[in-house]
């Protein structure tokens, strides 16, 4: 009888076992579903909530897209640091040539002609004495194409630019009126400040520059912009109410011809 009692006592305690085996799996399984359920109700990843929020001017592509992408992109944004510090540099040498040791771009032209004809000049006629053959000037001719393209390509912009000034000349948006206006007036106080060449050879240096900055910055830009923004929303609501408002429209549209 004893010997009976200790032959069922390991099979009361194997199976104990696998009951508390069965427990802990069903345990372990509700956990990890549970921690599974956990993560999927998490939010996504930073990047994804900054991809997903107000950018600046609403922008929804990336900069190097917004700047037509291609290799004007590749050199506004520094991604061959040689070529864009070439392009730089070249631009510098080109402002301080005209600007200030004021040199003339016709005078330039004219010395450059110069110099390479009396270059070519002096060879063709020194291979006769040295025995050498002539140099070989190729005989270049431009394309059609480019240029077609080309100005394609600045009528559509042209007629672009048209049909904005007739809208905002015809008075039906009074905010993009006052926008034009406020930046022809600055762009007028701006051009009394410094001649064509200069203004140019800083919008050149600025879009090298404030497009690399602000893809290296743009969640902080960002941020500022949209405060700034609905500041000035703010501010337009006030000045709309106070000022824009009782401004006369023109004649009254339910008004009826005598």
Not at 45 to 59: M, Y
Not at 201 to 221: A, G, N, R, S, W
Request: hydrophobic share 45%; proline share 5%.
């Amino acid at each position: 009888m004893a010997e009976h009692e200790y032959m069922e006592e390991p099979t009361h305690v194997a199976e104990s076992e696998s009951m508390m085996d069965k427990i802990k799996d069903k345990i372990h399984g509700h956990d990890s579903s549970s921690s599974s359920d956990s993560d999927n109700d998490k939010p996504s990843s930073p990047t994804a909530i900054k991809s997903s929020g107000n950018r600046l001017f609403g922008r929804q592509k990336p900069v190097h897209k917004v700047l037509g992408g291609g290799k004007p992109a590749d050199v506004f944004l520094w991604r061959n640091k040689k070529i864009s510090g070439s392009v730089l540099v070249g631009a510098t040498g080109v402002w301080v040539l005209f600007e200030l040791l004021e040199y003339h771009l016709l005078t330039l032209v004219c010395h450059c002609l110069i110099l390479s004809l009396a270059i070519l000049f002096v060879w063709a006629n020194a291979t006769t004495f040295i025995n050498k053959s002539a140099p070989n000037i190729p005989d270049l001719r431009l394309p059609e194409d480019p240029f077609l393209q080309f100005a394609a390509a600045l009528r559509i912009e042209v007629n672009c630019v048209l049909s904005v000034l007739r809208d905002i000349a015809s008075g039906r948006d009074l905010k993009k009126f006052l926008a034009v206006i406020a930046g022809l007036w600055v762009l007028s106080i701006v051009g009394g400040w410094c001649n064509f060449m200069t203004l140019f050879y800083i919008v050149f240096v600025l879009l090298h520059t404030v497009p690399v900055l602000y893809e290296k910055y743009e969640d902080q830009v960002d941020s500022f912009a949209e405060k700034a923004m609905h500041e000035a929303k703010k501010q337009y609501v006030v000045f709309d109410s106070k000022v824009l408002s009782k401004i006369p429209r023109g004649p009254l549209k339910g008004k009826k011809k005598a």
